[in-house]
Nanobody, 125 residues
Framework: QVQLVESGGGSVQAGGSLRLSCAAS????????VGWFRQAPGKEREGVAT???????NYADSVKGRFTISKDNAKNTLYLQMNSLKPEDTAMYYC???????????????????WGQGTQVTVSS
């Protein structure tokens, strides 16, 4: 089965940086669309970023210019570099994979995606 394990979250002051990692098992991430979403208490899931097998990326307007999604195919690991963090970025962050297609559908997260347990990011003002 697909296994995704997020790490790298923590508490940081506004303006700080964090790098999240997502280790994938039982599948090769470069063959699929993969990405990150976040969810804050009481709010809906928000797609953050995606990266396709060819390396093309897409970002939510709220994080564009501050976050960078990348992957290391040799390590089968997905990353999210988060800079200039704001309190509004506070959320649980999840990595996901859509193994049904090689092409990303967009930032929206569908229930059939696989994702991990998440890693908490807290940004204080």
């Amino acid at each position: 089965q697909v296994q995704l394990v997020e790490s790298g979250g923590g508490s940081v002051q506004a303006g700080g940086s964090l790098r999240l990692s997502c280790a994938a098992s039982e599948y090769t991430i470069h063959n699929y669309c993969v990405g990150w979403f976040r969810q804050a208490p009481g709010k809906e899931r928000e797609g953050v970023a995606t990266i396709e097998s060819d390396g093309s990326t897409n970002y939510a307007d709220s994080v564009k210019g501050r976050f960078t999604i990348s992957k290391d195919n040799a390590k089968n690991t997905l990353y999210l570099q988060m800079n200039s963090l704001k309190p509004e970025d506070t959320a649980m962050y999840y990595c996901w994979a859509d193994i049904r297609t090689w092409r990303c559908l967009g930032l929206r997260v569908y229930d059939y995606y696989y994702w991990g347990q998440g890693t908490q990011v807290t940004v204080s003002s």
